[in-house]
């Protein structure tokens, strides 16, 4: 059968190539830099240029991955059952740093397993046990915001969502481990993006900068199990989820520990990039401000969290999920073949009026009219049998944060002008840390 050549040398044959949506003819490089460095203006350029659903090509090997935009389309691939839909296969880039039982490397029975022993420590009965100390730790973290000068709260973000995971997650509170963590755990959430070449080449893992993180987290690791086995038979009174892991499920040490680093990872610089939008916006309306500091003084967890909300709608922490097919399969009008990565673009969806109107606007109201965003199309956490499993978590501990900074202080913007994205890692972050200043109210 005669076959169409692919950037990078592999080939498809010609009744494949057919099936697959268009897009762009840049080499394979170009389209992975713009991709890695500008997917915010890139996305919606190929939408524009090619329709709701378009074709990329990334590195390694020419990787074809088809991107969709339209939340029936997503449903789709949400839908569709998980042994088709593969996202651990995805996320092997990852290994060498989450560990080979992280959640997020995981597929099929597998996966299923694992989550369900997750599932009681994320509970709505555990996530409100979780709630008290939250709070406290963001009250004692707000009491040292500097007042009346700019900052960047990006970085204040960053230190307290540390601190929750280390003290929340972690279930670590004796002063000396904590010190000792910090520092630890602070080089290994900076992971920067060369170091996941490890995960494709394991040979750099032998040499520098590869080596030098990997004694970081074999540092960390002797920590984490040391805590492990000193909880497993000490349990009584204890309320971190750690702890409630072990009560609830049977597992190795070395499962417990791919999972924790899995929630470090993946719940550190999303949650505290999250908030960290979401104050930049406040600081920038007055109205919005008064409506979150009503909230903060009522107890209204429902104003709050859709404030927290929309910040993530208006500024998509992570920009697109994910999946790898394992077999022919039907998408969006679509015959794709096996080995084709699907990405649904959260981004292109959150602002997408006709499902958000006026949606460069920052409105809170959105999730609270009666006529809120139809299900599936506010995504941030992904959405079916890989949906975040520390969503509610997520959701919980900003409130709480925003609680406490908000019966504190007034907000306001040195710099009043939107602040542009940047690219982190798989995050998109303020480009200059979202600078707030803050008085007592």
């Not at 497993?232 to 989820?241: P, Q």
């Not at 470090?264 to 990039?273: D, P, R, V």
């Not at 003084?297 to 500024?315: P, V």
């Not at 006709?354 to 109201?365: L, T, V, Y």
Request: charge should be positive; include cysteine; proline fraction near 8%.
């Amino acid at each position: 059968m005669a076959s169409t050549p692919l950037l990078g040398g592999r080939t498809l044959d010609r009744q494949t190539a057919r099936t697959l949506p268009p897009g762009p003819r840049l080499p394979t490089l170009a389209q992975t830099v713009l991709f890695a460095s500008h997917r915010r203006t890139f996305f919606p350029r190929m939408r524009a240029k090619y329709g709701d659903v378009f074709t990329i090509r990334l590195v390694p090997s020419s990787r074809v991955c088809v991107v969709l935009s339209r939340p029936d389309h997503i449903r789709e691939v949400f839908g569709s059952p998980p042994s088709v839909m593969h996202a651990g296969e995805g996320n092997t880039v990852l290994k060498p740093i989450m560990g080979a039982h992280s959640l997020l490397l995981l597929d099929d029975e597998d996966h299923v397993r694992m989550r369900r022993q997750l599932m009681p420590a994320f509970s709505g009965q555990a996530l409100r046990g979780y709630a008290g100390m939250v709070h406290e730790l963001a009250r004692a973290d707000v009491a040292t915001w500097p007042i009346g000068k700019p900052f960047k709260v990006h970085q204040r973000m960053r230190n307290l969502t540390l601190e929750i995971i280390l003290q929340v997650i972690f279930g670590v509170t004796d002063r000396d481990r904590l010190n000792q963590l910090r520092p630890l755990l602070d080089k290994i959430v900076s992971v920067p993006p060369v170091i996941m070449l490890g995960g494709f080449y394991p040979a750099l893992l032998r040499v520098r900068p590869w080596r030098t993180y990997l004694n970081v987290q074999q540092q960390v690791d002797e920590i984490l199990y040391d805590e492990i086995a000193k909880r497993r038979g000490n349990l009584a009174g204890r309320n971190d989820v750690l702890s409630r892991l072990l009560a609830a499920g049977t597992w190795s040490d070395v499962e417990l520990r791919d999972q924790l680093v899995t929630l470090l990872l993946a719940g550190h610089e999303t949650t505290a990039t999250a908030l960290a939008w979401t104050f930049h916006e406040l600081a920038r309306s007055r109205e919005d401000l008064e409506f979150g500091q009503r909230a903060a003084d009522s107890g209204a967890d429902d104003e709050l969290e859709a404030i927290l909300k929309e910040a993530m709608r208006l500024h998509p922490v992570v920009y697109q999920v994910g999946r790898r097919l394992t077999e022919t399969a039907d998408i969006a009008g679509y015959r794709l073949p096996r080995g084709t990565t699907i990405m649904a673009a959260v981004g292109l969806v959150h602002r997408d009026g006709e499902h958000f109107p006026m949606p460069q606007e920052f409105r809170p109201q959105r999730f609270l009219d009666d006529d809120p965003p139809a299900p599936g199309t506010w995504m941030p956490f992904g959405g079916g049998a890989r949906r975040c499993i520390g969503a509610g978590f997520s959701l919980m501990e900003g409130t709480e944060i925003l609680r406490a900074a908000l019966a504190a202080y007034n907000v306001t913007a040195p710099h009043p002008k939107p602040e542009p994205a940047q690219p982190k890692n798989v995050t998109l972050v303020p480009s200059r840390g979202a600078e707030i200043q803050v008085t007592p109210r």
